[in-house]
């Protein structure tokens, strides 16, 4: 069996052996094209591998522990997560590593390399995996290369490459891997060109930058950009950029660097360059005989192909390919820190001004006219930034996964999600609106004659300087008793908040866990010490990315709930003329207005409503166990409280475990009353998840139905080191004896 076939070696029945971009390079290279020196480690010694150190049961039983089709996003990138951590943690055997060696090392020795993917899937002509799965630049040395190709291995089980598996309906399960090995070609302009427009099939487009591909790749370069006749080859347009960064080879892997002013002023390509690469590219079309993404760079004058692929993506009306948005998973440090950057300094402050803007309008004020306009108003506002908040929040999260991803590169931790320690006990804003709760819970704790107001509901009696921390509260998180993230309905009412500050009152809350705070630090510090100069800077800068993150996922729906808050407070004015003017027998004519823009809101496009009841098949035999996903460590004891709509948030005890569909970042309110937290939407980086860590909570994620198999008032336990939830007893011995007390969170540190 051979294990690694060097280019000019592979055959025409080895496509499978080595996949498409390995073949494909092989054949371009036989045919008079100019490719670097490559040899391929076949798909055969992946199986053995995962065979040998036993990751394919390991897989098995990951992929398995959910319906692969029900999970979400967040879900798949937790499995995708673990397996990734799997890989890193077992090298490659002894006895497969004497079949590899020889021969990286007599063609590589010390060269620098690059470590590129190969799926037998890949590059088919109905399938483009291009940047799904990883490649790795400028990889030196025998154990590098080694390291680097189960890094590559890995990422057949990414969470963008799983996804696209399932769309397009091949098997994950079946999935294999072959690794294409390339000496570097240390180009000074390299680029992509696509013989046939995806957008116009009578153009050609040509993208370049200075520098290695890796930043046009990834997004953190822009290129400069021509569009071909593709029947002439005449240039049509040329779109120029700001030339500011080019990437660059360093000891290990790239960097991003100002690229020298001389070159900033002049277009990576002239003329004559552009009709040489887009002949070339055509000529690989030819080959090939389909249209082609084709991959290169200049080498001093030489023009050298990296690879090329089918394209998938070209226009015919048809497609709902949706390989773009699993490519958005992907993002790199410099593209994050764009984001960053855009998110802090312009949307956020921008999400604020617009609620704050739309707080100031007396709703009581504007004829039925206007007020219809000022929904529509609103609800064209909301639905503006629901749509930044998929563009740039949602994508924003990803400095969690790509700290993850180098956290366990780097230190490989048996603890798959050991880096989430350093990203806890940031500030957010959910915590400052419990803490501004607390703060008023513990003034009526201590004044009864408060507590009786509020229990009664009274305004007029309350204690002006409360008065005024209870408006302050109410305009900058609103008065918890509208339901927000989907529906229409909103009652304004305060008794929810006075009911949950009467509440917290009688059972006073600790604080945000604070108990890792060593741990952190330490952490944090053996984190660093792998890296040493600007290597280290640039690790604390992610570190420091990453929290922000992390801080965001749990923020970005409190700034979009005030927004929202705004268009639900303008629905219930309408409702309120409505019911005023039909118990007075006012005629249609008066609200009909109103009633259009509310029916209009009814009938739309529906969203989704994480407190809307679950409808489906009603269990009459619960099952002993529900498993999840384990997503905060601890075990709990307690009573059931299901949440199906947003009122039943007023209804919530201390000590209670809290289950719903998921933690909306404008109920965590009373995440702080909870002894543990179950959700059916599953992932470490859901809100749920992040808020229960932050105060020290069990937290399983990801149970099908969890809102229909567990009811109000069930005595259950939460495991949050297995992920998995006991109905009716603890499977802990005799709480009242040596097991677990009811409502007892456990901490097992270091267990």
């Not at 690879?307 to 593209?335: A, C, M, V």
């Not at 259009?596 to 489906?616: A, F, I, S, W």
Request: contains cysteine; proline residues 5%; negative net charge.
């Amino acid at each position: 069996m051979k294990w690694v076939i060097s280019a000019e070696n592979i055959q025409q029945d080895d496509l499978k052996r080595v996949g498409g971009k390995g073949y494909a390079l092989a054949l371009l290279g036989k045919n008079g094209f100019r490719i670097p020196e490559t040899v391929c480690i076949a798909s055969a010694v992946y199986k053995e591998y995962v065979a040998r150190t036993g990751l394919r049961e390991r897989i098995q039983l990951e992929l398995h522990r959910k319906d692969f089709k029900e999970m979400r996003w967040e879900e798949i990138w937790d499995c995708a997560t673990r397996i990734r951590n799997m890989f890193l943690r077992k090298p490659i055997p002894d006895s497969i590593a004497k079949h590899l060696s020889p021969v990286i090392q007599s063609r590589f020795k010390d060269k620098p390399v690059a470590v590129r993917s190969s799926a037998p899937e890949e590059d088919a002509a109905n399938a483009s995996f291009a940047g799904l799965h990883e490649s790795y630049i400028n990889v030196s040395g025998l154990d590098s290369i080694m390291e680097h190709i189960r890094k590559v291995w890995a990422s057949l089980w990414s969470d963008a490459a799983l996804l696209y598996r399932q769309e397009i309906g091949l098997s994950v399960e079946k999935s294999s891997m072959a690794v294409v090995i390339q000496a570097i070609v240390s180009g000074d302009r390299s680029g992509v060109a696509f013989t046939q427009n995806p957008n116009d099939p009578s153009q050609g487009v040509i993208e370049s930058v200075y520098g290695l591909n890796q930043g046009l790749v990834d997004g953190t370069v822009e290129p400069d950009r021509w569009i071909l006749d593709r029947r002439t080859q005449r240039i049509i347009s040329h779109t120029p950029v700001n030339r500011r960064y080019w990437i660059t080879p360093m000891e290990q892997g790239v960097q991003l660097s100002p690229l020298p002013e001389s070159k900033s002023q002049i277009p990576p390509l002239n003329a004559q360059e552009i009709q040489e690469v887009y002949s070339r590219a055509r000529r690989s079309e030819d080959f090939f005989a389909t249209p082609q993404d084709v991959e290169w760079t200049y080498e001093g004058e030489d023009l050298v192909i990296l690879q090329s692929r089918p394209i998938t993506s070209l226009s015919n009306g048809k497609s709902e390919d949706n390989r773009g948005w699993y490519l958005s998973l992907h993002r790199s440090f410099d593209n994050l820190k764009s984001l960053r950057e855009k998110i802090e300094a312009e949307l956020i402050p921008a999400m604020i001004a617009v609620a704050e803007e739309m707080a100031q309008i007396d709703l009581t004020a504007l004829s039925d006219q206007d007020l219809a306009q000022e929904i529509k108003r609103r609800w064209e506002t909301n639905h503006k930034w629901v749509g930044v908040y998929w563009d740039d929040f949602i994508p924003f999260a990803h400095g969690v996964r790509l700290f993850g991803q180098v956290y366990n590169d780097v230190m490989q931790p048996e603890d798959t999600y050991e880096f989430i320690d350093l990203l806890a006990q940031t500030k957010m804003a959910s915590l400052e609106r419990n803490r501004m709760l607390e703060e008023m819970a513990d003034r009526v704790r201590h004044d009864p004659q408060l507590a009786a107001q509020l229990k009664n509901g009274d305004h007029s009696k309350l204690d002006q300087g409360f008065l005024k921390d209870l408006e302050t509260f109410i305009q900058k998180f609103g008065d918890l008793s509208c339901a927000v993230t989907g529906g229409t309905q909103c009652v304004q009412d305060a008794m929810p908040l006075f009911t949950i500050l009467r509440e917290m009152a009688s059972h006073p809350i600790s604080p945000p866990n604070q108990r890792k705070s060593k741990t952190t630090d330490n952490l944090k510090e053996k984190f660093l010490g792998h890296f040493d100069g600007d290597q280290q800077t640039r690790a604390a800068e992610l570190l420091d990315l990453a929290r922000a993150s992390y801080q965001l996922r749990d923020d970005d729906n409190v700034y979009l709930g005030r927004i929202e808050a705004q268009l639900l407070s303008a629905i219930q004015e309408a409702r309120q003329r409505i019911h005023k003017q039909s118990q007075a027998g006012g005629k249609d004519s008066i609200s009909a207005d109103l009633k259009k823009v509310l029916d209009d809101l009814d009938h739309g496009p529906e969203t989704l409503n994480p407190y809307q009841k679950q409808t489906g098949q009603n269990y009459k035999i619960k099952p002993r166990q529900l498993v999840g996903q384990p997503a905060g460590p601890g075990i709990s004891r307690g009573k059931a409280r299901v949440i199906q709509h947003h009122s039943d948030l007023a209804e919530f005890k201390s000590g209670e475990v809290l289950i719903c569909d998921a933690v909306d970042p404008n109920m965590t309110f009373v995440v702080p009353l909870a002894s543990g937290v179950v959700e059916r939407r599953g992932g470490m980086l859901i809100h749920g998840a992040i808020i229960a860590r932050e105060y020290g909570l069990p937290c399983v994620t990801g149970i099908p139905d969890a809102t229909l198999l567990i009811q109000t008032g069930d005595e259950i336990t939460v495991d949050g080191y297995l992920g998995i939830v006991t109905l009716g007893g603890t499977g802990l011995g005799d709480p009242g004896a040596d097991g677990l007390k009811e409502n007892q969170v456990m901490d097992f540190e270091g267990t």
